[in-house]
């Protein structure tokens, strides 16, 4: 099925975008596996613990908002720390990247596939604006 010329957010589901960044990705997964295997942690590496790693990553990011109680405060944070914020997404990353990896996952078709899911989910013409969840549109 030939896509519509996609403007906007759209312009994300272009598969042009998808062939530029599977590469990318796999690109990038080699990276953080020969991290990993020059270590030996490879053997720490079970689903559990990357997923509990992922999560405790996440953590971290959450953690830099910590008390912060307004929006001024939350976009301060976020700029006077957006180093630390870039390095906690990148472990957040990096353990997706692994788990996906370990377990046979194609990323970029499992991140295709769930925008597919969301547009089906959020119609842009009942969810626009919104911030309902789909079951309450
Ligand atoms: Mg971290």
């Known amino acids: 099925m030939k896509r519509a010329q996609a403007h906007g957010p ?3 589901l272009a598969d042009k975008d998808f062939g530029e ?5 796999k690109q990038l997964t080699e990276k953080v596996l ?3 295997d020059e270590r030996d942690w490879k053997q720490f590496h079970n689903s559990k613990d990357l997923a509990l790693s992922l999560v405790l990553e996440a ?3 959450l953690e830099i908002f910590q008390w912060k109680q307004d929006q001024a405060a939350i976009d301060g ?3 006077e720390r957006k180093q630390d914020l870039a390095d906690e997404l990148a472990d957040v990353f990096c353990y997706t990247l692994l ?12 991140l295709k596939t769930k925008i597919e899911k969301n547009n089906a989910k959020y119609p842009v ?3 626009k604006g919104s911030d309902k969840k789909y079951t309450e549109l």
């Open 10 to 12: 759209d312009r994300l």
């Open 21 to 25: 960044n599977v590469s990318e990705i």
């Open 34 to 36: 020969a991290f990993r």
């Open 59 to 61: 953590t971290e990011v």
């Open 77 to 79: 944070v976020a700029l």
């Open 99 to 110: 788990m996906a990896n370990d377990l046979g996952i194609d990323l970029a078709e499992a």
């Open 125 to 127: 013409d009942k969810a």
